[in-house]
Nanobody, 115 residues
Framework: QVQLVESGGGLVQPGGSLKLSCVASGSSVSTNSMAWYRQAPGKQRELVARITSGGRTNYVDSVKGRFTISRDNAKNTVYLQMNSLKPEDTAVYYC?????????WGQGTQVTVSS
């Protein structure tokens, strides 16, 4: 059974930064396309960043130039570096596969951007 555990969220002022982590057990992040998703109150969950097994990355337009997805294969961990945060980035952030059948969702980590 694959388990995903997200962490690193918190309350940050506009313009601030956070780095999210997602530790996977039961499957390797290096052989999967992995992604970060977010779900804001009253909105559908959306994919914001993806990293392929080959290391290519892509981002939703709203976070391009501000967010960076990466992974550490030795730690079986996927990261999301978030800079220049905006109030509209407020959401619960989750990681999961970026393609194909999704793993069971983790609990997510709350990111709140507010002054």
């Amino acid at each position: 059974q694959v388990q995903l555990v997200e962490s690193g969220g918190g309350l940050v002022q506009p313009g601030g930064s956070l780095k999210l982590s997602c530790v996977a057990s039961g499957s390797s992040v290096s052989t999967n396309s992995m992604a970060w998703y977010r779900q804001a109150p009253g909105k559908q969950r959306e994919l914001v960043a993806r990293i392929t097994s080959g290391g290519r990355t892509n981002y939703v337009d709203s976070v391009k130039g501000r967010f960076t997805i990466s992974r550490d294969n030795a730690k079986n961990t996927v990261y999301l570096q978030m800079n220049s945060l905006k109030p509209e980035d407020t959401a619960v952030y989750y990681c999961n596969r970026g393609l194909g059948v999704l793993f069971p969702w983790g609990q997510g980590t709350q990111v709140t951007v507010s002054s």
